[in-house]
């Protein structure tokens, strides 16, 4: 087998400003490459809930009567060389969509599918290296942001954020805390 492997250039084009990426079950293939690389480099956090796990690419080679091969060409790996096939990234501070309002609670999370949960999906050992996810947050999102100043709204609706998308929500109070720090 080859191995092919790229580099980043040194420097950083916004001078160490914060950086908290967000990532879900939707989140595959290049998106957990980036994640995983700036999460190995303690360069940005990653939040939301554990990535698809798309870390491997299947080329199909055509035989005779309609009939293929799938064979595995490529599997990706993070800086550290944890493998994200089947186990996705897991972020370093959980939040799940919620509903603040109250209103019928939903398993957002279950609406995405995961590499892991397809059938005969490609296994790596990488399971067992993978630690668990950290405990969801819990903050009282209305509490944080009267702390904090003006509620973010939503662009579109102009409902307050943490009631549309509360991961970005969250996000962006990380943000501005590690802003503050940084400013010390």
């Not at 490529?74 to 939040?95: C, E, F, K, M, N």
Request: aromatic share 4%.
């Amino acid at each position: 087998g080859s191995e092919l492997e790229e580099k980043a250039s040194p420097g950083d084009l916004i001078n160490g400003a914060p950086i908290v990426v967000l990532i879900n079950g939707g989140s595959a293939s290049a998106s957990e490459i980036v994640a995983g690389a700036l999460q190995d480099h303690h360069r940005a956090l990653v939040l939301g809930t554990q990535s698809f796990g798309k870390g491997s690419v299947q080329t199909v080679i055509p035989m005779k009567n309609k009939r293929g091969i799938k064979l595995t060409t490529s599997l990706y790996y993070t800086p550290s060389g944890r493998s994200i096939q089947a186990t996705g990234i897991i972020p370093d501070i959980t939040v799940h969509r919620l509903n603040v309002e109250g209103d019928k609670d939903e398993d957002f999370n279950s609406l995405y599918l995961r590499e892991e949960d397809l059938q005969n999906h490609l296994n790596t050992d990488n399971a067992k290296k993978q630690a668990p996810a950290p405990e969801t947050t819990k903050n009282n999102a209305v509490g944080l942001f009267s702390k904090i100043g003006d509620t973010p709204k939503d662009a579109e609706n102009d409902a307050p954020l943490y009631k549309t998308d509360f991961q970005l929500y969250e996000a962006l109070n990380i943000l501005k805390s590690l802003e503050r720090q940084q400013a010390r």
